[in-house]
Structures are given as structure tokens and as C-alpha cells.
């Protein structure tokens, strides 16, 4: 955001030096980014008077003059046509910096004759674009300071430019008034009221207007239009010229430089149509998508449907709140003009602007929030406005829609301030920092301005007393002890389990890596992922397009750049977040981990040996202990594609709760990747582990039993298909209360058993609890282990 000194001085009424207004500015939030004063470049210039022209004797152009100077009378060459006896001039005396020509005046020879300085142009001097001659000047004394008189006679040429950073809550800030509002609640001048009086209209509006309701609900509450006839169209005068220019904008008509004006001086984006240009009346609606628009940057645009547009009886002649349209734009021979002054949902503009990629003035604005109240009195303002400079009959104001109602109001608690922010600010200081601000107080009850869109609570009504008071009258202080102990512990169950898990991998030999949450999509393919739904809107780049489905694809590509650089013996994990859908419950913190390469370095006993699946399950069963995960949970298969078929396994409790999966990546995975395997890995999932019933830090008491414990063997001659886990689940279930553990101890396949049988021994381990087993109980609880696993498998015990 740009603007002059003198523009600020027209809304506000002060006396403090520029130092003052920048250091105010950025502690009002405003920071300052920039200040271009002409007034410091031109320091050194000085006037002078030419006593004598004459023609230099070796050149026709030249001239020798005699100037009179600050450093007495000196010999200066010429070659400006307008160089003549008797003009008062700006010189620059030797070792002076001319910014124009961005050199450092010496005294030189010029075709043989000594020239002592230079007679400057207003280009040489970066005031203007003026080069047709030297400057110069009506009155003034030599050896008085150029800036001086330019302070007395034109101060618009050395009027400093500042520039400042608006934050996305501050749109408020986006016009000269709204900054010098801010100023003047500091106390650094006195804010001028903006007086708008209505403009009377003389014959009806030629020209109608209608808002299609669902957009009237959702894009354009309201559209205030009037036809000006008679106008005429040329350049802007030249203190509107020098205003548009100073923050970087060119100057064009005056009926477009005075949208330009408003845009910048109120925060109030207009449009021109040419009256005569449109057909029919105007109509803002929602585009159906495909329909062509030529905007006023010469371009063609495609509309996408739902994009508010505003169109006559021939198509589309203005993209609302982003750009008008090139077939009714105003020329200077336009005479007839319809003058549009609406409000635009801010979410509606902002996501055309960025699927049409145009940036504009009027876009930025209407996407961060512009006032809505002031949209019929914008109209109003702008009226007289083209009346004063261009003439014209206005209509009366045509009005479609109304003004939305952005009426609200929240408590002022005075003593917030203390509590917030630690500032002591006495309450009637408070009451008049918001009524400068522009709030309505009734009671405890502070009623927001409509140009105030970020204030949405309390605490923002708190957060605009301290700015205005200025955080830099915060003083430290000691914090008081208001109590004695240990405090209690504040993280979530979710933090220490993400905590244990990084000290366990950490253990372990891991080495944490933090990637990217963004992954290519074929990397995302790979892992479950790489949907529409989990695609980004506006991605960093090509390889970041998706949210990552798991942790391991990063983990991969982190292996695949330490292997092109020699490093083959990884073990690699992460935590974070991952994600399964686009919804905010469709993400899950994982812990990921990657083991390739040996599991030892070289040695002469033998040691290294390439990493197995073992490794995986022992690292994640490490992890699961740690996070406090159930201990008897089960292995399952049918592990997802990315992973080994035969060598990868799923951690349950029961069925459906999956609380991890380990094992070897799947080949092709590692092809696409492009990591030299084989590689071993797991995946935790944080949440899906239980947590405990009971809150608290001591630990239960140590249940041990006086009795001795019994083990008996058994095998089972099964179908060489009957997975392990079966046996051991069946024979567990004969008596829980009973049986602590069953293990399987040996496995035996072929031989006598004949093709497709194989032998399976288990250990039972039972332990009583309140007497010692009989040889009968022993004898009944074996039984019962027998009949549970060949039920299950079918399988018969081994004679």
C-alpha cells in the first residue's frame, strides 16, 4: 500500500514530522517498508543566475555561460536551447550526485573550455520526464537551497512516498482514510470527516439492474448503479496525475483515474461502464462456465461456472470484483458512462482471481473486505467527483439488492487488557481509543464499525487498545509464585506417546527424519493414496501434489538420496501426520520406520548379515511396548499392497483394530522408487492402541502367585495350510483363567506325516492361583486343550 505525505495530510490534520508519522505506523501494525523522499536526493542543489550566454566557439549547440552561484560566479557549458542571460537556474556545483544521470559532477573540459557545474533539467533531477531544456524559475535568490523553494512553490515534486505492509486482517488499512484513522486514534493528528452529500438525479437511470437471488445470497448482497451523460473524457488534472504516479500507477482518463483515486483514498473500488456500449440492462449472476470475456488487460478469459460475473444482453462485460471488461470500457470519446459501486463476497472473488490468475487492484481489495455500509455513499462521492473534473447529468441511483448487515457487538471488559496482554491502560483511555477507531459504545457494549471485518470477539477489541496504546510500553516483570509443587503434567496422551515413540526409535539406532506432508501422486499411488481428494488445490510444485497416504514414501525417497550417495546401511523413521481422505477426521499420526542395507558393519566374527523381517517385528513390538499397546495382541496377514505377501504381517486386536504393520516392501515399490533393496519396515498407528482405563502414575500391584506353575506339550499333526496362530489361540481359550501362555515350540513337515501334513508341538504354560493342581485337574484341563484345537483345525493330536 502506497501514498503520499500531502494525500495522508488530506485526511489528516497534523503537525508531526515524517520520522513520527513512519515510527507510529509500524508500531501501529502499519509497518513501514519503505520511504521515497525526493526532498534528500536534491540536498546539494542550489539556484543560480545566468549573467552571460554566449555560443562556445568549437560547437553549435553549446553555449559558455557565466552563473552566478552559491560559490560565486562561475563558468558553466551548456547545451539546453533555452540557456540564456538573465534565467534563474538549479545548479549543480561540483561534487555534487545528480540521481537522473547517476553521476557525481566534476570540473571537466568541454571542447577545450573549462565548465565548472551543471544548469540541471527536471529529468536529470528524476522530478519529471521533462528534458526539452534546463529548469527554469520564475523568482527565487542564489545560493538558496532548491528544496526550499520547491517547499514554497510546488512541494507536490519533493512530496515523500510511503510505503507500507497490510497484514490480511487489516483491509480497513487499504485506503489513505483508514490509515489516517488509525494515526489520529494514536493521537497524531486529527482525522478529517469524509462528507459525502447525495447527488441529486435529474432523469431516471437508463440502464437496470438485476442481482439473480441465489447470487444476491451468496456473491452480491447489493449493486448501486447511475448513468452520467455529457461527460467528457480526457486527461486527469495534474494533481490527480501526480497522485496515481507517485504510488506506481499510470495515469490513463479521468474517469479511470478517478476509480483509481477511490480505490486507493477510501477503499472503495468503482467501475465505468460506456453507457452506449451496453445493450440492455446489466445482470449479476453466476457464469455456466465456458462463456469468453476480453478483460481491459487485453486478455480473453474462459469463464468457470459459479464465477460471479456481470453481463448485458451480448455476453459477459465485467468480471465482479476483479476486472472490467474491454467492449465497455471508457475512451476519450465517451460521453455517456454508467458509474457501479457494489460489494463482492470476499471468497467468491478471491477464488476467481486465483483460478483465472489476474491480479488487480480492485481483487485485492474486495477479497480481504471492503466497507460494505459505504458502497452507496461511494457512488454518491464519486459523482461529484466526475462532475467537478468532467461534467455531466447524473440519473437518479438505480439500487439492486440491499447492504448486508454486518451489525454486531461484544463486551468491553476493561480489565482484559491487564489479563491479555499485561498492559495497565486506565478504562476511559480504552473507550476513547475505540470511539477514534470508530466503534459505538453503549454501555459495556462496543458495536463494531462496518469497515472492521477482523473484529470478531472480545479479545480483538483488547488486542486494539494495546495497539494503539503501543506494545512497546510493556515492561517485564517477575512472575509471582502463587503456589508450592509439582505442577501437573499438561500433554495429551497422543504428545507422550509421540515423545516415547521417538526415544524408542532413537534407541533402536534410528535416525528421525522430518519430510515433506506433500508427495508426487505416483508416489501416493503407491500407498493407497494419490486421489482427487487428497490432491492440492495450488501445489509448491509437480512432486508435491498430494497429502501422503503413509509416512514411508518419504522415508523411501530419503533412503533412495543417501544411496545415490554411496550410504547403503539405513535405518531411517518419522513421526507425523498422514493422511487417508481430505476431511480433517481423515487424518492419523503415524510413526514409520525403515530398516536397508546389513544389520551390522564388517567384522572378522561374522556379525553382518543382511536385515530380515525379524527386524522389523522386534523394532515395532519395541515401539508398541513402549506407547503402552496391549501385549497380547496378534499377527495376522493379508498386510496392504505395498507390502511383501509372504513376509509382512499386521498387528491386531482382533480382526479390524490394526495397531501396526511390518514386514519387507513390496518389490515393485522399490523399483518405483528406486531404492536398492531388499528393505524392512514398519507402521504404527498412535491412536489406535487403547489407552489405559486408569489415570495415574503409580503402577499396579505385582500379582504373583505362591504356587508352582505346570507346563505340559502337546502336538498336533495339521494341514501344512493351518497357520500357528490358530493352534496357539484355540488351546489358549480352553481355560483363561488358567492357562498364562502358550508358545510354539517346534515344527515338523514331511516324513511319515505324507504330503500336505505337518506337525506342530505347542508348550502350555498353567498357573494356579489359590491351590496346587491335582493330576486329575491337569489331565481335564489337557482334554479341554485337545478337543479346542482340533475343533478348530481340524488337525489330531500326534500319537
Known amino acids: 500500500m502506497k501514498f503520499t505525505l500531502s494525500w495522508l495530510k488530506q485526511h489528516l490534520e497534523t503537525e508531526a514530522s515524517l520520522d513520527d508519522i513512519l515510527y507510529a505506523l509500524t508500531d501501529l501494525g502499519l509497518e513501514v517498508e519503505g520511504v521515497e523522499n525526493p526532498a534528500q536526493k536534491l540536498e546539494e542543489f542550489r539556484l543560480g543566475k545566468v549573467l552571460k550566454a554566449e555560443k562556445h566557439p568549437d560547437a553549435d549547440r553549446l553555449r559558455v555561460c557565466q552563473v552566478a552561484t552559491a560559490a560565486g560566479e562561475q563558468q558553466i557549458i551548456c547545451g539546453a536551447p533555452n540557456a540564456r542571460e538573465g534565467i534563474t537556474v538549479v545548479v549543480a556545483s561540483p561534487g555534487t550526485y545528480v540521481p537522473g544521470i547517476d553521476t557525481i559532477i566534476q570540473v571537466g573540459k568541454i571542447r577545450g573550455i573549462e565548465s565548472h557545474g551543471m544548469m540541471c533539467s527536471e529529468r536529470e533531477m528524476e522530478l519529471s520526464d521533462e528534458h526539452d531544456g534546463i529548469i527554469e524559475l520564475p523568482s527565487g535568490e542564489v545560493g538558496d537551497r532548491f528544496v526550499d523553494w520547491l517547499a514554497q512553490n510546488d512541494p507536490a515534486k519533493i512530496d515523500p512516498v510511503i510505503e507500507i505492509a497490510i497484514t490480511p486482517n487489516r483491509p480497513d488499512a487499504l485506503g489513505v482514510h483508514g490509515v489516517a484513522r488509525d494515526l489520529a486514534a494514536r493521537g497524531v493528528g486529527k482525522l478529517k470527516p469524509v462528507e459525502v452529500a447525495p447527488v441529486a438525479g435529474t432523469f431516471p437511470c437508463t440502464i437496470g439492474v438485476t442481482i439473480d437471488a441465489e447470487t444476491q445470497e451468496k456473491a452480491c448482497p447489493v449493486f448501486c448503479g447511475r448513468v452520467i451523460r455529457g461527460v467528457k473524457n480526457g486527461p486527469s488534472p495534474e494533481w490527480l496525475q501526480n497522485r496515481l504516479r507517485a504510488i506506481g500507477l499510470r495515469p490513463i482518463s479521468t474517469l479511470v483515474d478517478i476509480t483509481n483515486l477511490f480505490t486507493y483514498d477510501m477503499n472503495r473500488p468503482l467501475h465505468v461502464f460506456d453507457a452506449d456500449k451496453v445493450q440492455g440492462g446489466l445482470r449479476v449472476h453466476a457464469a455456466q462456465g465456458g462463456e469468453v470475456f476480453h478483460a481491459l488487460d487485453d486478455k ?417 499333526v495339521l494341514d501344512a495350510g493351518v497357520e500357528a496362530i490358530n493352534v496357539v489361540n484355540a488351546a489358549a481359550g480352553a481355560d483363561k483363567t488358567l492357562i498364562e501362555d502358550v508358545r510354539v515350540f517346534d515344527e515338523f513337515i514331511g516324513g511319515s506325516l505324507g504330503e500336505g501334513k505337518k506337525s506342530l508341538a505347542i508348550t502350555v504354560r498353567m498357573q494356579p492361583v489359590d491351590k496346587t493342581l491335582t493330576e486329575d485337574e491337569i489331565e481335564a484341563v489337557g482334554k479341554k486343550i485337545v478337543e479346542k484345537v482340533e475343533k478348530a483345525t481340524g488337525g489330531t493330536l500326534r500319537g
Open 300 to 716: 480473453e478469459y474462459v469463464m468457470q461456472p459459479g464465477m460471479t460475473v456481470i453481463s448485458d444482453d451480448t455476453g459477459v462485460e465485467s468480471l465482479a470484483g476483479v476486472m472490467g471488461g474491454e467492449e465497455t470500457g471508457c475512451t476519450e470519446e465517451t460521453v455517456n458512462v454508467f458509474l457501479e459501486a457494489a460489494y463482492f463476497d470476499p471468497i467468491r472473488t478471491a477464488m476467481t482471481g486465483r483460478a483465472l490468475k489476474i491480479n488487480s487492484d480492485a481483487r485485492y481489495r474486495f477479497e480481504r473486505g471492503i466497507d460494505p455500509a459505504w458502497t452507496p455513499a461511494g457512488i454518491e462521492a464519486a459523482t461529484k467527483m466526475i462532475m467537478d473534473l468532467c461534467g455531466g447529468e447524473p440519473s437518479e441511483v438505480v439500487v439492486a439488492g440491499e447492504v448486508p448487515d454486518v451489525a454486531r457487538a461484544y463486551k468491553l471488559d476493561t480489565d482484559r487488557v491487564q489479563s491479555l496482554v499485561g498492559m495497565e491502560n486506565p478504562a476511559e483511555e480504552q473507550r476513547a481509543t475505540l470511539t477514534a477507531l470508530g466503534f459505538r459504545l453503549e454501555g459495556d457494549m462496543a458495536h463494531v464499525p462496518s469497515w472492521r471485518p477482523d473484529v470478531l470477539g472480545e479479545a480483538d477489541l483488547v488486542e486494539e487498545v494495546a495497539r494503539v496504546a503501543s506494545l512497546t510500553k510493556l515492561e517485564g516483570k517477575r512472575l509471582a509464585r502463587t503456589h508450592v509443587g509439582v505442577p501437573t503434567g499438561i500433554l495429551t496422551p497422543m504428545q507422550k506417546r509421540e515423545a516415547a515413540a521417538r526415544r524408542t526409535c532413537a534407541a533402536l539406532g534410528y535416525n528421525e527424519c522430518v519430510t515433506y506432508s506433500f508427495i508426487d501422486q505416483a508416489s501416493a499411488a503407491l500407498f493407497g493414496g494419490g486421489d482427487d481428494a487428497a490432491a492440492l488445490d495450488n501445489p509448491i510444485s509437480s512432486e508435491m501434489s498430494h497429502m501422503r497416504p503413509d509416512l514411508l514414501p518419504g522415508l523411501l525417497q530419503a533412503a533412495a538420496r543417501n544411496q545415490a550417495r554411496g550410504f547403503m546401511d539405513l535405518s531411517l523413521f518419522e513421526v507425523g501426520p498422514a493422511f487417508h481422505g481430505a476431511e480433517p477426521e481423515e487424518q492419523h499420526t503415524q510413526v514409520a520406520g525403515l530398516l536397508v542395507g546389513q544389520a551390522a558393519p564388517r567384522d572378522p566374527y561374522g556379525s553382518r548379515r543382511p536385515i530380515d523381517v525379524f527386524d522389523a517385528k522386534a523394532d515395532a513390538e519395541a515401539v508398541l511396548a513402549a506407547i503402552g499397546a496391549p501385549a497380547k495382541a496378534q499377527i495376522l496377514r493379508d498386510a496392504p499392497a505395498w507390502w511383501h505377501p509372504g513376509r509382512s504381517g499386521r498387528v491386531c486386536l482382533g480382526p479390524k483394530k490394526v495397531l501396526a504393520v511390518f514386514g519387507e516392501l513390496h518389490p515393485k515399490v522399490l523399483k518405483a522408487m528406486d531404492v536398492k533393496g531388499p528393505a524392512m519396515a514398519f507402521t504404527i498407528y498412535l491412536e489406535e492402541p487403547p489407552l489405559p482405563r486408569k489415570k495415574g502414575a503409580t503402577r499396579a500391584a505385582l500379582l504373583a502367585s505362591d504356587f508352582q506353575a505346570v507346563e505340559r506339550d502337546f502336538a498336533f
